[in-house]
């Protein structure tokens, strides 16, 4: 029986950078930031909860989603930081979905309120989007395994690209490891099945890349038993 060709298609590794661009709204209030978000670009929420990653000063967040990053400290109100701090995009089936689940929450915390929260003049709240600017490394990876060696050195930008942004390119919204995987007939499911329990939304880049390497090193070393 003559190869799969599906196989044979190596993974190439890229890297990325998103340039940030303003999309001129602007909230200075509880209010203005729900109404703004129920009509902003989906791209702008998307990066407001994915982009910051390739940020620098990201390592250690407080929050993981700029909303809730300026509802703390801007709005100085916890209550709605930490709700939508809770919110995982992932979770959601669409950026639409997501879009409904922020306007929820902030119209809860609306309707609890005695007084809608403001930001100072100069703490506003900036609505941004981004463009993705893809780099080839002439990387190439024929056989799985090869992969153990490469994801440590792998930037931070291949990491985003490759699991984060991978997940709204890729036909069944997964990162470009699985999609690629799933080209040897079945033989990597259990792989698979491992890093689809990471939720990347939680992690820092760094971190993520630490935990797909130990899952890809665990993997074959057990397979060479």
Same mark, same amino acid.
């Given at each position: 029986?003559?190869?799969?060709?599906?196989?044979?298609?190596?993974?190439?590794?890229?890297?990325?950078?998103?340039?940030?661009?303003?999309?001129?709204?602007? =909230?200075?209030?509880?209010?203005?930031?729900?109404?703004?978000?129920?009509?902003?670009?989906?791209?702008?929420?998307?990066?407001? +909860?994915?982009?910051?990653?390739?940020?620098?000063? +990201?390592?250690? !967040?407080?929050?993981?989603?700029?909303? =809730?990053?300026?509802?703390?400290?801007?709005?100085?109100?916890?209550?709605?930081?930490?709700? $939508?701090?809770?919110?995982?995009?992932?979770?959601?089936?669409?950026?639409?979905?997501?879009?409904?689940?922020?306007?929820?929450?902030?119209?809860?915390?609306?309707?609890?309120?005695?007084?809608? !929260?403001? #930001?100072?003049?100069?703490?506003?709240?900036?609505?941004?989007? #981004?463009?993705?600017?893809?780099?080839?490394?002439?990387?190439?990876? +024929?056989?799985?395994?090869? $992969?153990?060696?490469?994801?440590?050195?792998?930037?931070?930008?291949?990491?985003?690209?490759?699991?984060?942004? =991978?997940?709204?390119?890729? !036909?069944?919204?997964?990162?470009?490891?699985?999609?690629?995987?799933?080209?040897?007939?079945?033989?990597?499911?259990? $792989?698979?099945?491992?890093?689809?329990?990471?939720?990347?939304?939680?992690?820092?880049?760094?971190?993520?890349?630490?935990?797909?390497?130990?899952?890809?090193? #665990?993997?074959?070393?057990?397979?060479?038993?």
């Amino acid at each position: 029986m003559p190869n799969n060709p599906v196989e044979k298609k190596p993974f190439v590794v890229k890297d990325c950078a998103l340039i940030a661009i303003a999309t001129g709204e602007k =909230a200075q209030n509880l209010r203005e930031l729900r109404d703004r978000i129920k009509t902003i670009d989906p791209g702008s929420i998307y990066y407001h +909860f994915w982009g910051g990653r390739l940020r620098p000063g +990201f390592d250690d !967040p407080e929050y993981n989603n700029d909303f =809730a990053s300026w509802g703390r400290h801007a709005l100085h109100d916890g209550k709605i930081a930490e709700r $939508l701090g809770a919110i995982d995009p992932r979770e959601f089936a669409s950026i639409e979905d997501l879009r409904l689940e922020i306007i929820e929450v902030i119209e809860q915390r609306l309707d609890e309120s005695e007084m809608v !929260p403001w #930001s100072k003049a100069d703490e506003q709240f900036n609505f941004m989007t #981004s463009h993705i600017v893809v780099f080839t490394t002439k990387k190439l990876m +024929f056989d799985p395994e090869e $992969l153990s060696a490469a994801i440590p050195n792998m930037s931070v930008g291949s990491v985003f690209y490759h699991f984060i942004d =991978a997940m709204r390119r890729t !036909p069944d919204n997964v990162d470009d490891f699985r999609e690629w995987l799933s080209g040897f007939n079945g033989k990597y499911s259990e $792989l698979c099945d491992q890093i689809a329990k990471l939720d990347p939304y939680f992690l820092t880049l760094s971190q993520l890349r630490e935990q797909l390497s130990q899952i890809f090193k #665990s993997y074959f070393n057990r397979s060479k038993k």
